[in-house]
């Protein structure tokens, strides 16, 4: 079966029992192990139990095929179901699990984590259209989820966040589950206790972490600059930075533009179109954003928009290595970029 939205977050509170394996796949890794962990303790609160729980890999599996189904159908000595952990999943799966799930033996719970599969995996075919299975996809948290997942963190440690800030860390946020809440940690420590995080907090605190990086890869790519673009991004993806997380924060860089240029179209100067902007545009970068005003008009900007939507679609649905697809949007921004206006 085939889980998303408020199915899937109500499975993960409650598992169907028909479901004896669960997919979580997708380009969030901190989600993705967030969510399989989830399940797992649903039904062996503590995952460190030998006796309850088993971890698998792919080479395990190649190396024993039937090991997926003997660590199923064993019975745990201290009592209670057992969980069977894979991880790195993958389509080289695919025959292992599709013998598992024609005769499934034992009660344990197979949770398999796995990257992002597009819709061509047969792995991900297999669990989607299985009635003792189920597939989660694990997308970057955006909008109200991103929010509910910061105020949430902030809310743990008696702190909530102020409009603009909540804003920057929106901005700032989101691309991997858990290096967003290892960010909001940070954030709760450097506040201290119990108040309310302003923009500045935010800025001082989560400023310098990776985001600017990306940060520096948006600026680059709004520049016209592709051989800087494409050193920034080879060295996100050495640091395992997802590419859909890459092409939201080109979102949210051209998103801003495409705000301002309207501001300006309407008759605002540069200035205040800036000013408009929340959370503002952090000082040290007010000089790239205000040139990049000037080459990158309403119109264009709406079709840079477009383009990124695209190529976020492209990698969630065709199957083409995300990264390859992340790579040629950036270089055909970077183009349309150095045209006239």
Same mark, same amino acid.
């Given at each position: 079966?085939?889980?998303?939205?408020? !199915?899937?977050?109500?499975?993960?509170? &409650?598992?169907?029992?028909?479901?004896?394996?669960?997919?979580?796949?997708?380009?969030?890794?901190?989600?993705?192990?967030?969510?399989?962990?989830? /399940?797992?303790?649903?039904?062996? $609160?503590?995952?460190?139990?030998?006796?309850?729980? @088993? #971890?698998?890999?792919?080479?395990?599996?190649?190396?024993?095929?039937?090991?997926?189904?003997? #660590?199923?159908?064993?019975? @745990?000595?201290?009592?209670?179901?057992?969980?069977?952990?894979?991880?790195?999943?993958?389509? +080289?799966?695919? &025959?292992?699990?599709?013998?598992?799930?024609?005769?499934?033996? *034992?009660?344990?719970?197979?949770?398999?984590?796995? *990257?992002?599969?597009?819709?061509?995996?047969?792995?991900?075919?297999?669990?989607?259209?299985?009635?003792?299975?189920?597939?989660?996809?694990?997308?970057?948290?955006?909008?109200?989820?991103?929010?509910?997942?910061?105020?949430? %963190?902030?809310?743990?440690?008696?702190?909530?966040? %102020?409009?603009?800030?909540?804003?920057? /860390?929106?901005?700032?946020? *989101?691309?991997?589950?858990?290096?967003?809440?290892?960010?909001?940690?940070?954030?709760?420590?450097?506040?201290?206790?119990?108040?309310?995080?302003?923009?500045?907090?935010?800025?001082?605190?989560?400023?310098? +972490?990776?985001?600017?990086?990306?940060?520096?890869?948006?600026?680059?790519?709004?520049?016209?600059?592709?051989?800087?673009?494409?050193?920034?991004?080879?060295?996100?993806?050495?640091?395992?930075?997802?590419?859909?997380?890459?092409?939201?924060?080109?979102?949210?860089?051209?998103?801003?533009?495409?705000?301002?240029?309207?501001?300006?179209?309407?008759?605002?100067?540069?200035?205040?179109?800036?000013?408009?902007? !929340? $959370?503002?545009?952090?000082?040290?970068?007010?000089?790239?954003?205000?040139?990049?005003?000037?080459?990158?008009?309403? #119109?264009?900007?709406?079709?840079?928009? #477009?383009?990124?939507?695209?190529?976020? +679609?492209?990698?969630?649905? +065709?199957?083409?290595?995300?990264?390859?697809?992340?790579?040629?949007?950036?270089?055909?921004?970077?183009?349309?970029?150095?045209?006239?206006?």
């Amino acid at each position: 079966m085939k889980l998303s939205g408020q !199915k899937a977050e109500a499975f993960l509170r &409650s598992p169907d029992p028909a479901a004896r394996a669960v997919l979580v796949f997708g380009p969030d890794n901190g989600l993705v192990r967030e969510r399989a962990v989830k /399940l797992a303790k649903t039904i062996v $609160p503590d995952l460190s139990d030998p006796f309850r729980v @088993a #971890e698998l890999t792919p080479a395990i599996l190649k190396d024993d095929p039937a090991r997926l189904a003997d #660590e199923a159908a064993a019975m @745990a000595l201290t009592g209670g179901r057992r969980v069977v952990l894979v991880r790195d999943g993958g389509d +080289t799966l695919t &025959s292992a699990f599709q013998s598992f799930l024609g005769n499934p033996l *034992g009660d344990a719970l197979v949770v398999v984590e796995a *990257g992002e599969l597009g819709p061509r995996s047969t792995l991900r075919k297999l669990f989607e259209g299985a009635d003792n299975a189920a597939a989660l996809a694990s997308y970057g948290d955006e909008g109200a989820s991103l929010q509910q997942v910061i105020a949430e %963190e902030l809310k743990g440690g008696g702190l909530s966040a %102020e409009p603009d800030a909540m804003s920057f /860390l929106m901005d700032h946020l *989101g691309g991997d589950r858990r290096l967003t809440r290892a960010e909001l940690q940070k954030l709760v420590l450097y506040m201290g206790g119990p108040g309310r995080v302003t923009l500045d907090d935010a800025i001082a605190c989560i400023g310098d +972490t990776a985001a600017l990086s990306l940060d520096d890869l948006a600026l680059a790519t709004g520049d016209g600059d592709h051989a800087n673009a494409q050193r920034i991004l080879d060295r996100l993806y050495r640091e395992g930075t997802n590419p859909v997380a890459v092409l939201r924060v080109l979102s949210r860089h051209f998103q801003r533009l495409h705000l301002a240029a309207g501001h300006i179209a309407q008759g605002k100067s540069v200035d205040q179109a800036m000013n408009s902007l !929340k $959370p503002p545009v952090i000082f040290k970068a007010a000089d790239r954003f205000r040139r990049q005003l000037s080459r990158w008009p309403a #119109e264009r900007v709406g079709q840079a928009l #477009e383009r990124l939507i695209e190529a976020e +679609t492209d990698c969630k649905t +065709t199957g083409m290595p995300a990264a390859e697809i992340c790579s040629r949007a950036i270089m055909t921004l970077c183009r349309a970029a150095g045209r006239p206006r």
